[in-house]
């Protein structure tokens, strides 16, 4: 099965200062990928995604990714994060069955 | 659509006692997911059904963990007995069977098993 690394478990960052959130994926001949945000208490909720297409996916709340397959990775990146981006971000690969494997997790913490 | 809708949202039960979660999944969604998420392990696939049938159960952690799906609008996901390792957010998401769509989630049963 294909599986996702998420490379940092916590990142502090300063509001209004940009983020990345990194992911790498297991290599494969095809890759769906995904990004989730949970926030406190809450279920998961998609930000955005990549099937096929452009390498940059913009999503929800002013994210994007990009897709770079010689590095295997989907790192999420955001140029200027809020106070309300506080979260649990999952980074997520699809299965041929459809089924999704998730990271581990990135707790992001943004301060004033 | 009101989502993903799993209930209870909490589920204080002591150790031994038989536990059902429950959870409907968003109308003509035809693959459902149950996950658990702890801590330490993260978010992990317990099992999935597409059109009602269990495809892939082998992320059940034990035979005291049985998960059904009598209807196209139901799912439960029952431990019997409970044990307190067995306390964590238990999951359910949907999704329609095509390439391009998402799983949606529900807002998850936090489980605690004393």
């Known amino acids: 099965a294909q599986s996702v690394t998420q490379l940092d478990s916590q990142v502090p960052v300063f509001e209004e200062a940009p983020v990345e959130l990194r992911c790498n994926y297991s290599?494969?001949?095809?890759?769906?990928l995904f990004w989730y945000v949970q926030y406190p208490n809450q279920g998961l909720q998609l930000l955005l995604k990549?099937?096929?297409?452009?390498?940059l996916v913009k999503g929800i709340n002013g994210f994007e990714a990009e897709f770079n397959k010689s590095q295997t990775s989907f790192h999420l990146r955001k140029p200027s994060v809020h106070i309300s981006d506080t979260a649990e971000y999952f980074c997520?690969?699809?299965?041929?069955?459809?089924?999704?494997?998730f990271g581990k997790g990135t707790s992001l913490l943004v301060t004033p | 659509d009101a989502g993903v809708i799993q209930s209870p949202r909490h589920e204080v039960t002591e150790m031994g006692q038989e536990v059902t979660l429950r959870c409907k999944p968003i109308?003509?969604?035809?693959?459902l997911f149950w996950y658990r998420q702890t801590m330490m392990r993260g978010l992990e696939l317990l099992i999935y059904?597409?059109?009602?049938?269990?495809?892939?159960d082998s992320g059940m952690p034990e035979d005291r963990f049985s998960a059904k799906m009598p209807n196209a609008s139901f799912s439960t996901l029952k431990i019997q007995p409970s044990e307190p390792r067995d306390s964590a957010v238990y999951f359910c998401?949907?999704?329609?069977?095509?390439?391009?769509?998402?799983?949606?989630f529900g807002q998850g049963t936090r489980l605690t098993v004393v």
């Open positions: 998401a949907s999704r329609r069977g095509t390439t391009n769509t998402e799983a949606f």
């Open positions: 290599s494969s001949v095809s890759v769906y």
């Open positions: 990549y099937l096929s297409g452009s390498t």
């Open positions: 997520a690969v699809r299965n041929s069955g459809y089924a999704l494997n």
């Open positions: 109308s003509g969604h035809d693959y």
């Open positions: 059904f597409n059109n009602n049938v269990p495809i892939d």
